[in-house]
């Protein structure tokens, strides 16, 4: 029994015949689907099944369920933050069905052990599939290899390796990581943030750190790194994966890297694509984040690399906190964002509405590449008869300001409240089971009021 | 005057009005009495979350001299490894009847934290934050200026024209920051001097001119030549090479005092390195105005609560 599987019949209405009616398949032709038992069975025009339940969505843009290929879901160890229940709920909300869970737990998700356990937590929530990353050292610290062979090989069938929120900086260590899991066909997302440039580090280093007087993050910490990095992958020939870049250099990087065929792919975030370093003029430390909040220049940037797909994929960088660890002052603030339910709003906002990319392309980078870059299987997947149900209903029409009604996880420290967002998701289906219906997070995934 | 929290926002006019409100306060600090009953009544807190004896005594004094009630609260160390958050601490000087609140904190922003949060009504004083702002520093530094170079005619002039050098430690020092925006509010043509390692890495929105060359600076006769305090934990972190090197290229010696213009002025915000940033003759000099800073510097304080505290409130940050 797949952990898939066990998450899908958990529901209660995993056998109910959903035929969707009218939707617009990536935004374009429109297209009838019909579910059963978590599989697309029938796609085409006109489609009619007795006993289904008919649910008119004409109009509404059908994507393959979104995958987040980098979430902090804080269970085990800071659950006053997030649970895999909540951070899943919040998911569900913001579109997705299948979340990557960084390892920066309590323990740290360094052992088969507790990967085994984020993914009983994330079955036994059955909201979105819960694919746990593993560190890549021993708690994070940069200095021994962790049980990445162990992690692989577990009932987490770990692919994705990651000391986020720590960079790899020791070379020689980056090097063995990236060699060593080629053995299982993994992947490092590598956190690119030089340490000795970013002792004590508050912001974008710039002209707004200089007038605020706090320490500057800058930009050449994070492009060294990744310099470095995709030189190393092509020296062995492995694969890289970049967590959050943030800088117009880092993409000039990036896009030099391909070019000469390193195996390299890339992350920016929703926030990066649309906030900068002017936010923090308030002290507001909603806007404290890690990396920081560049410049204009870099925004428009990520925006193009993503556009011109030197960037892969956008990935949320969900990073729950207690009210206490953001209502302070700045320096002893939290970094990090939640944003799993902003997600989609922002990058229509930041790149469809602004006419860079499709909604086709937003399948691309938001659901079938995340999947591809972490090996996870059965999603990302064709709207086509054959494959598993996973898919986000979404309505791009709406303009609504963005609240605390629409988070639905444990925290609320989201740099979008009172901010005009586009678009709602209106179902959201995880392996043929719903967790979002009709606008409305389910109380348990699968059972309708 | 609702809070000031920095002199990056605070317009010409208002920058005027507190000087020329100190300049009242300086007059009544020449009387045999000098307590005034104006703000009889009042409470100050004194929230330092870093030492700093000379502010906050400054600001006792400024408080008493007005007959409010002083409450000095020492939080030492960050409010975080104290263990009590900064809220907790507002709140709880909310709650004991507070009406300013004077603050100094090793963090940037943190006073402007306390006076947007909504844990406090009391007007905020900021007494230096981590490395972004110290105005009343900056005030009385203008006041210093002024004074010195208009004596009984300073009420209601700026410092148009005048050149004013800053040296030192611009990276980290509030100081700086606060004089560069007032001292360009009021029209002064400023220049920071010091090592590349030590000027923020982007300072291309700083109405400023920025030299690595002390020599250069002294030789173009600047009327105030202000030398910062420079941290020998600095030294540590790569800024510079040697205490030695640091001072026989920024300090101010003996020569180089020797080649200032005749009134030109050397000012300190104290606590002075002597022969570090600043040698003995410089610092003991007929030119020095470290010891009318410290003087001035109640008497801007003064302004600077009555205008908090007996003003109009309004909140667009101009005194009322």
């Known amino acids: 029994m797949t952990a898939l599987g066990h998450a899908a019949e958990s529901g209660s209405s995993a056998t109910e015949t959903l035929l969707f009616r009218g939707a617009s398949l990536e935004g374009t032709g429109a297209l009838d689907l019909l579910v059963e038992d978590g599989m697309i069975v029938e796609t085409g025009v006109g489609l009619s099944r007795a006993g289904a339940t008919v649910v008119d969505v004409e109009g509404l843009v059908m994507l393959p369920g979104l995958v987040d290929l980098h979430t902090h879901l804080r269970e085990p160890g800071y659950e006053a933050s997030e649970t895999v229940l909540t951070g899943s709920r919040a998911a569900a909300a913001g579109g997705y069905a299948a979340v990557f869970a960084m390892p920066n737990t309590s323990p740290v998700a360094d052992t088969a052990g507790v990967v085994e356990q984020e993914l009983a937590l994330g079955e036994a929530a059955g909201f979105v599939t819960v694919q746990p990353i593993g560190a890549v050292t021993v708690g994070q610290k940069g200095e021994r290899l962790a049980e990445l062979g162990a992690m692989a090989d577990s009932r987490a069938r770990v692919r994705v390796f990651s000391d986020d929120g720590f960079c790899v900086w020791d070379p020689l260590i980056m090097r063995r990581a990236l060699e060593y899991v080629k053995a299982f066909d993994g992947v490092i997302a590598q956190h690119a943030q030089d340490p000795r440039l970013t002792e004590g580090a508050q912001m974008n280093e710039g002209v707004v750190s200089a007038e605020l007087g706090l320490a500057g993050w800058p930009a050449v910490a994070e492009e060294s790194i990744i310099a470095r990095d995709v030189l190393l992958a092509e020296h062995v020939g492995s694969r890289l994966h970049v967590c959050h870049l943030s800088t117009a250099g880092s993409v000039e990087i990036i896009r030099w890297a391909k070019r000469r065929g390193v195996n390299v792919t890339a992350e920016v975030t929703p926030h990066h694509l649309l906030l900068t370093d002017e936010l923090a003029r308030g002290y507001d430390a909603r806007f404290k984040v890690n990396p920081p909040l560049r410049r204009e220049e870099d925004v428009l940037a990520v925006r193009e690399g993503l556009a011109d797909g030197t960037i892969d994929i956008v990935a949320t960088d969900h990073a729950p906190h207690p009210p206490e660890a953001k209502a302070c002052e700045w320096q002893a603030a939290a970094n990090g964002m939640v944003g799993l339910e902003s997600a989609l709003r922002v990058v229509q906002l930041a790149m469809v509405d602004t006419g860079l990319i499709t909604w086709p392309d937003v399948a691309r980078i938001m659901s079938r590449e995340p999947a591809r870059i972490g090996r996870l299987e059965g999603f990302g997947t064709p709207l086509t008869a054959g494959h598993a149900a996973s898919v986000t209903f979404y309505d791009p029409s709406p303009v609504r300001t963005f609240s605390t009604h629409d988070l639905r996880g444990r925290s609320t420290n989201s740099p979008y409240l009172g901010r005009e967002l586009p678009g709602e998701v209106r179902w959201t289906l995880h392996r043929g089971v719903p967790t979002v219906v009709d606008g409305a997070l389910l109380d348990e995934p699968g059972v309708r009021a | ?320």
Do not use: C
């Not at chain 2, 104290?82 to 100094?104: F, H, I, N, P, Y």
């Not at chain 2, 029209?187 to 300072?203: E, H, I, R, S, Y």
């Not at chain 2, 640091?246 to 020569?255: E, P």
């Not at chain 2, 410290?294 to 005194?319: I, K, P, Q, W």
């Open chain 2, 1 to 320: 005057m609702r809070h000031l929290l920095d002199t990056k926002t605070l317009s010409r006019d208002a920058a005027l009005r507190i000087l020329d409100v100190a300049e009242d306060m300086a007059d009544t600090q020449q009387r045999e009495v000098k307590k005034l009953p104006t703000l009889r009544g009042k409470t100050v807190v004194n929230l330092f979350f870093e030492d700093s004896t000379r502010t906050r005594i400054s600001f006792e004094a400024a408080a008493k001299r007005l007959s409010a009630d002083v409450i000095n609260f020492s939080a030492k160390g960050s409010s975080v490894s104290k263990g009590e958050s900064l809220q907790d601490t507002a709140q709880t000087l909310q709650a004991m009847g507070a009406d300013a609140v004077v603050m100094r904190h090793g963090a940037s922003g943190a006073p402007r934290t306390l006076a947007t949060s909504g844990w406090i009504t009391a007007g905020v004083v900021n007494a230096g934050d981590g490395t972004h702002e110290h105005p009343t520093q900056a005030l009385l530094d203008a006041f210093t200026i002024r004074k010195r170079r208009f004596g009984a005619d300073s009420r209601g002039r700026d410092l148009r024209g005048l050149a004013v050098t800053i040296v030192g430690d611009i990276l980290h020092s509030r100081v700086a920051r606060s004089n560069v925006w007032l001292l360009h509010t009021l029209g002064a043509n400023v220049t920071v001097v010091a090592p590349p390692t030590l000027v923020p890495q982007d300072v291309s929105a700083w109405p400023v001119r920025v030299l690595y060359d002390l020599d250069e600076a002294v030789a173009e006769a600047p009327d105030a030549l202000m030398m910062l305090r420079i941290q020998i934990e600095r030294m540590n972190a790569a800024y510079f090479p040697t205490e030695r090197e640091y001072s026989r290229r920024w300090g101010l010696d003996a020569t180089r005092l020797a080649g200032l213009a005749a009134d030109s002025i050397v000012m300190h915000p104290g606590p002075m390195n002597r022969g570090l940033e600043i040698s003995a003759d410089a610092a003991d000099s007929s030119r020095s105005t470290v010891l009318d800073q410290v003087a001035n510097g109640v008497s801007v304080r003064m302004a600077v609560l009555y205008l908090l505290l007996a003003g109009e409130r309004d909140d667009d940050g101009s005194a009322a």
